[in-house]
């Protein structure tokens, strides 16, 4: 089973702020990332914070990172009906580059 | 320029075939990684290649899977005696270097009947 734990489903009003939470549980995980999927398509990157970083902003997307409690989250603003999709957020724990997921966050933008 | 390409898309076997999955992955990139992905799951690691070599096959479920990359481009995930519990959608994803992001595609949906 995975170790990274997400809630399974977050239901958004047009244009309010979407905030998807996970926890992981390898202390030393170097990058966390945050996974778009959506019907019938691969995974798209969307964004990644290193672990020494508290927070990333990108456009719409701000990530933050609390080290000592394991938690990421992934803030959406001005949320779209586009951005309806399931959301994978994922750890890398060693040099390789293997990911570990998460269940993923179904998010539903409703109108 | 053209991302992680994946062939077939969509694959329906008889519970006992042998089957091949292909992977072309972006070009230039020497890292490549299979994935599972199950109903309601996130993609579990299976395999990572590291040019030619694979460098950790430590998610191979059992040994009626195995992967080859004899080029250090094209990847093959081959699975013997398909049973219906290895029915899911199968990833590949490619990255420049281990330490660089991964880009999957879009995935080969296998069907065990």
């Known amino acids: 089973g995975e170790d990274v734990e997400q809630s399974l489903f977050l239901s958004v009003r047009e244009g309010d702020s979407s905030v998807i939470n996970c926890t992981y549980t390898d202390s030393s995980s170097t990058y966390l990332y945050w996974y778009k999927q959506e019907p019938g398509a691969g995974l798209q990157l969307l964004t990644y914070i290193f672990s020494n970083m508290d927070m990333k902003q990108d456009q719409r997307l701000t990530v933050l990172l609390n080290k000592k409690d394991k938690h990421l989250s992934l803030r959406i603003a001005d949320t779209q009906t586009g951005d309806s999709a399931i959301y994978f957020c994922a750890e890398r724990r060693d040099s390789w580059g293997k990911l570990q997921f998460g269940a993923g966050t179904q998010v539903v933008v409703t109108p | 320029g053209a991302g992680v390409s994946q062939t077939p898309s969509n694959k329906v076997t008889e519970k006992g075939k042998y089957v091949e999955l292909r992977c072309d992955p972006i070009s230039g990139h020497t890292a490549l990684y299979w994935y599972r992905q199950s109903l309601g799951q996130g993609p579990e690691f299976l395999i990572y290649f590291q040019g030619t070599g694979a460098a950790d096959d430590s998610g191979l479920p059992n040994d009626r899977f195995f992967a080859v990359r004899p080029e250090g481009s094209v990847s093959t995930l081959k699975i013997q005696r398909t049973e219906r519990g290895d029915s899911a959608v199968y990833l590949c994803?490619?990255?420049?270097?281990?330490?660089?992001?991964?880009?999957f595609g879009p995935g080969t949906r296998l069907t065990v009947t």
């Open positions: 994803a490619s990255s420049q270097n281990p330490n660089n992001e991964q880009y």
